[in-house]
């Protein structure tokens, strides 16, 4: 069972497609929204209004006559896509290839694509032609892309179009040396000997060359935006706009002006569009706190940033700077890359980075090419899922889907770092006893815990690390040994409505959890919480 659609806009009819049974429970953080009936095993809804602080979540669960779930799966309701920009990729656009790869995209609930190296250079997007071969030796079809990019738009998906805010090919290089950055020795910068870089300064020729050819690709193909990239070098170069000159430029202070830019002139081609800037390694997100444009705030994560607790760390600072925006880590994972054996623990991997960055408030630019993981920044060096993985991880995306909400609501505050090693303080609100340890900052060996508050509602992480020996994210990881037996002892100043726990790895489907006082005189209850394999979810509403 999927929907039609990976997203919907309020007021959308929804559609369940290969639905068995008889009916479908539709409910929103656990409690029932509507009891739906079965049609030639589709099932329509009409989308409620959504958020303007994140998307709404719903699960939905298909009967048999005698009661009995037999299948599951999420969707969810928002006004844009930026409000939960569940992030996947395309990059295979040969003549043969078909746009089968959608309908993956679509049961994974990935709502905004990158189309990458769709183009013939990066500095002329069109010169080829309908068919060419790119500069990097892969034969593109434009007919492949356009099919593409509209089988995304019948599905809820926003097509983005790859495109470098510098880095032209030689021959744009050897005709335009005054649009180029030099280092100190009068050598242009350059990425790999392939891509030159060009100044984006207002005065420079490049400038406006790149900007038209973003809209180009809009309204020649269609796309509904640009995923527009750098490379995280230079910081500062050296620009010679003509015989005798040089200046100093200062390229962090360059970016937001012409992202801003671009986001204006995609805006007037596709006013439900947006774009995307690459932050390669949180370089320079402090200078791009001030840009409103934006889509999101879009971070490709490389060393030092090696650990669970660093991508935690990226998201919480991230959103510090720009509260209003959600936050896309590109985290790629080399345990599925293609050129080499898939070692046992990479999907183990998987799971714990999409909890990390998930529970963080974050996104995870990972799928794509429908059953594909990113594992290289090439991204046609991707590896790909078995049936059995893929199931495993769309049950992953449906947790996510379901409880938006709870992860991705832009007013929850992360109060993880104040109460930092304090779960087993009996003191404190939030106190973890159980056969291991708890720990708040995602130590190998340790239960990580992560908490959330807004007004009336409070959210618990439980992240499984024992049984690894160390917390790098980017390789591969042992199955965590199941945690059973573990205590939550909460203090309320006010009655809890309901705690709910729900997790990925039994099903998704959240269980009202009994809270016995405390018998101690004071205002604490007790809570035994399920068995804990990778991820684990406990919401208070208060």
Known sequence: ???????????????????????????????????????????????????????????????????????????????HWSLAPRYGFLC????????????????LHLNVVQFYDWMYTHFQYFAGGEEFTDPLGRHTSHRVVRQRIEACRRRGIAPLAYGSLYGGERPIADAHPEWLLYDVDGRPYHLADLFYIQNIQRGCGWRDHILAEYEQACRRLGFAGIHIDQ????????????????????????????????????????????????????????????????????????PPHTTYRDLHELVRFARALRPDKQVILAAYLKPFHREGRRPRGALNALKLA????????????????????????????????????????????DFVVANEALLHDLDLRDVSNTWSGAFDVESREVHLTGPVRFSAQAEPGKVWVLVK??????????INLTGLDHSRWNSEQPQPAA??????????????????????????????????????????VNVNLPELRFWGMIWIEE
């Open 1 to 79: 069972m999927w929907p039609d659609k990976a997203q919907y806009r309020p007021g959308e009819p929804v559609t369940l497609l290969d639905v068995p049974g008889t009916q479908v429970h539709i409910t929103e953080l656990g409690r029932t929204v509507c009891w739906l009936p079965v049609t030639d095993c589709t099932c329509s809804w009409t989308a409620p209004e959504g958020s303007d602080r994140h998307a709404r979540g719903f699960r939905a669960v298909a009967v048999g006559e005698d009661g009995r779930e037999l299948a599951a799966t999420a969707f969810d309701v928002a006004g």
């Open 92 to 107: 295979d656009f040969g003549p043969t290839d078909t746009t089968d790869a959608v309908e993956g995209l679509t049961r």
């Open 231 to 302: 490379y995280g070098f230079p910081k500062r170069a050296l620009y010679r706009p003509g015989p005798g000159e040089e200046q100093m430029v200062d390229v962090a202070a360059a970016f937001p002006d012409f992202v801003e830019e671009a986001c204006r002139r995609i805006h007037a081609l596709q006013p439900s569009g947006g774009c995307i800037f690459n932050c390669v390694n949180n370089w320079p997100v402090e200078q791009m706190a001030s840009v409103r444009g934006d889509a999101a705030t879009y971070i490709e994560v490389w």
């Open 354 to 397: 999409t909890a990390a960055i998930h529970a963080a408030g974050g996104y995870h630019l990972l799928l794509g090419e429908g059953d594909g993981v990113l594992a290289d920044a090439y991204y046609p060096k991707y590896g790909r899922l078995s049936p059995a993985d893929l199931a495993e991880v769309q049950q992953y995306y």
């Open 453 to 462: 508050e807004k007004p009336g509602r409070r959210v618990i992480h439980l």
């Open 483 to 524: 945690v059973r037996e573990i205590e939550l002892r909460l203090t309320l100043l006010a009655p809890a409505r309901a705690i709910w726990w729900a997790s990925p790895d039994d099903g998704g489907e959240p269980r009202r959890l009994l809270a016995v006082p405390a018998g101690d005189g004071s205002a604490c």
